[in-house]
């Protein structure tokens, strides 16, 4: 992913392969609010292949979840501002979409996952109707098929006795079945890119693993693009090839997994990985990191991280750092980038500059 690069691609054979399916260029997002204007997202770059899985991580807080929202035009009309900035889909922005021509890319082509499933699931219909809805409301298909195609979903998340699930409410089955069903709804009409917010948080660690490994299998066999979000880097760790990393509001480093995870650049994400509890022996505390995310209706100057930050120095309280990028190009051709003056390259041989990824 990058503050420019996390996730890339796209559908016919005659789109170019490397060519992003969706790319958020320097969005800014606010909610004025009574108060004053809270700042929710600062300039935020993403971008996403057709069929790549990245991680978008952080605390409660810094954005990812608006950033989710934005892309799918959720948030509610008349109450946000974009003063800047472009949600790029296969090219199009979709910040120029009316409301149904938004309509018309969620669910068949954009679909969204949520942690708490009895949310999106309407509580008074079968689930298996449910699922049916969402494929007849997007696909020219009688009831019947919808009903054989739900079943059929339901059967390919592993859900055992699939017509007879199909007809309970969503209150009668398990967390882990909710969640199942949710996926199952989601890749209903074969999207191309799925956004998962903290989709498995709710569930135990055992159940997690296998709806996280289910979520990635079927997304690898569809070439489905996903934006897994999440607090976990440990899920980022298992699941994702790429990942970006969101503090207040701007993505502070963003890379392929493996390198992000072995050579933390942003001493952010260096403190995030050191509360992984996996990471710790049993007898040692585990870490936290001091302090806690700002306010964004009045967020530090500079460096937002600065006050939490022990390498901070008086110049990352005045200015705000660009993305610096290594020079050398990982596997997979991409890049690994983080917003950190602690990368300025002042002799010209360090490895990292300012410049487009
Ligand atoms: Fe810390 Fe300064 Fe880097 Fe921000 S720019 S993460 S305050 S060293």
Avoid at 221 to 232: C, G, K, P, S
Wanted: hydrophobic fraction near 40%; aromatic fraction near 4%; include cysteine.
């Amino acid at each position: 992913m990058s503050t420019a690069a996390a996730v890339r691609g796209t559908r016919s054979a005659a789109e170019d392969q490397n060519q992003p399916l969706l790319e958020v260029q320097g969005l800014h997002l606010e909610f004025p609010t009574y108060w004053g204007v809270t700042r929710a997202l600062n300039g935020v770059d993403l971008a996403l292949r057709r069929g790549e899985i990245a991680g978008l991580v952080g605390e409660s807080g810094c954005g990812k979840s608006v950033t989710a929202m934005a892309v799918m035009r959720l948030l509610p009309e008349g109450h946000y501002r974009v003063p800047q900035g472009r949600i790029l889909f296969r090219g199009e922005d979709l910040l120029a979409r009316d409301e149904q021509g938004m309509q018309r890319i969620r669910g068949q082509h954009i679909s969204m996952i949520f942690q708490e499933p009895m949310t999106s699931l309407n509580p008074t219909i079968r689930v298996g109707r449910q699922i049916a809805e969402v494929i007849q409301s997007h696909q020219d298909v009688t009831r019947s098929a919808a009903t054989a195609r739900a079943a059929d979903l339901l059967r390919e998340m592993r859900i055992p006795d699939a017509e007879r699930v199909a007809g309970l409410y969503p209150h009668e089955l398990s967390g882990g079945m909710r969640q199942r069903s949710m996926i199952a709804m989601a890749l209903s009409c074969e999207p191309d890119l799925l956004i998962a917010d903290e989709p498995t948080t709710a569930l135990d660690v055992t159940v997690q693993a296998q709806v996280l490994a289910l979520l990635k299998q079927k997304c690898v066999e569809r070439r489905t693009a996903v934006l897994l979000i999440t607090h976990d880097l440990g899920v980022v760790a298992n699941v994702c090839r790429q990942v970006a990393v969101m503090y207040a509001g701007n993505v502070v480093e963003t890379g392929p997994v493996d390198e992000v995870l072995a050579s933390p650049r942003h001493p952010y994400t260096a403190a995030l990985l050191e509360t992984i509890p996996e990471r710790f022996h049993r007898d040692e505390r585990l870490r936290v990191i001091p302090g806690s995310v700002p306010s964004l209706l009045h967020p530090p100057p500079g460096c937002r991280f600065h006050p939490r930050c022990a390498a901070a120095a008086p110049r990352c309280a005045r200015e705000r750092p660009p993305v610096f990028w290594s020079t050398s190009v990982c596997a997979g051709g991409d890049r690994h980038g983080a917003a950190c003056w602690l990368l300025e390259d002042r002799d010209g041989n360090c490895g990292w500059e300012e410049c487009s990824p």
